[in-house]
């Protein structure tokens, strides 16, 4: 049963005081929701459980609840239930995604804004919220001395939470034309570049050393992580850069690629990964 307004002298029914019982003590009747949901006025002082395969959100609005109102949420499902702030604000100092069986309560200080409180399960410690990975298959090549992206590998994720960190692993193939000519790569995240090196005294900012240098077949794999922090909820693209000192670099073939015996081709790979709190 949702929130109530008495009058002086109303008489409770037995109902009312179960329900006055249960918020009092924390929690309220409880609702079951399948899908996403949008809270309403109704839901103050109640408990809305949602028990979803997929993932789903609970969206808060301003205009609906007073100072003073909790909602709680539970997540009984195995998708991952994320509390979302529509036109009301809400904040927390924890996480406002509920994986299976987690829980918390909303608690309004004003009309449009809310704390939510996640309760924390003991032990529990960071999580893999979501994957995403690309790999490249086809060659690529480039005479570019300036970066030009590197055509298939680029992935992009919508990170669940803006606090969470998106650990980056990478391994790309490639190899360079002429002898003591080389080249450069780097990861982007969108067009910002990131992990780069010191640029200072003619030194090139890149994420990786060069490309092989003293052999004119020999491939070269360079492979890394990096723990990035996007600090956003928005789509993020990862992709790699490349660029030549000299002569053409190679992505996922050897320079001499009529040769027989000493042709290769490989893959290239991009792997995302975010980690919630």
Do not use: W
């Not at 003590?25 to 949008?38: D, E, I, L, R």
């Not at 924390?120 to 990975?133: C, D, E, I």
């Not at 789509?235 to 850069?241: D, I, L, P, S, W």
């Not at 670099?249 to 690629?257: A, G, K, S």
Request: aromatic share 6%; net charge neutral; with cysteine.
């Amino acid at each position: 049963m949702a929130k109530q307004t008495f009058t002086t002298g109303q008489v409770l029914t037995a109902a009312q005081m179960t329900s006055l019982q249960q918020t009092a003590m924390g929690g309220g009747s409880a609702t079951a929701k399948t899908t996403s949901y949008v809270l309403v006025a109704a839901d103050a002082g109640t408990t809305v459980a949602m028990n979803a395969a997929g993932a789903t959100t609970i969206t808060v609005n301003t205009g609906l609840f007073a100072a003073g109102d909790t909602v709680t949420i539970q997540n009984l499902g195995a998708g991952t239930c994320t509390v979302t702030a529509g036109t009301a604000t809400v904040s927390t100092a924890g996480s406002l995604a509920l994986v299976q069986y987690e829980s918390g309560i909303l608690y309004f200080t004003a009309t449009g804004a809310a704390i939510f409180n996640d309760y924390v399960q003991a032990g529990s410690s960071a999580k893999v919220l979501q994957v995403v990975s690309v790999t490249k298959s086809d060659p690529f090549t480039s005479t570019s001395t300036s970066y030009v992206d590197v055509t298939g590998l680029s992935v992009s994720i919508t990170p669940t939470l803006n606090t969470s960190k998106i650990l980056v692993l990478y391994n790309v193939s490639g190899s360079q034309q002429v002898a003591i000519n080389i080249a450069h790569s780097r990861l982007m995240r969108n067009s910002t570049a990131i992990n780069i090196g010191d640029a200072a005294s003619l030194r090139d900012a890149s994420t990786s050393d060069p490309f092989s240098t003293d052999s004119l077949i020999v491939g070269t794999t360079i492979a890394g992580t990096f723990l990035d922090s996007p600090a956003t909820t928005s789509a993020t693209t990862y992709k790699f850069q490349v660029r030549t000192v000299g002569n053409t670099v190679y992505i996922n073939r050897t320079q001499d690629d009529t040769d027989s015996a000493i042709r290769a081709r490989t893959v290239s790979t991009i792997t995302l990964m975010e980690i919630g709190a």
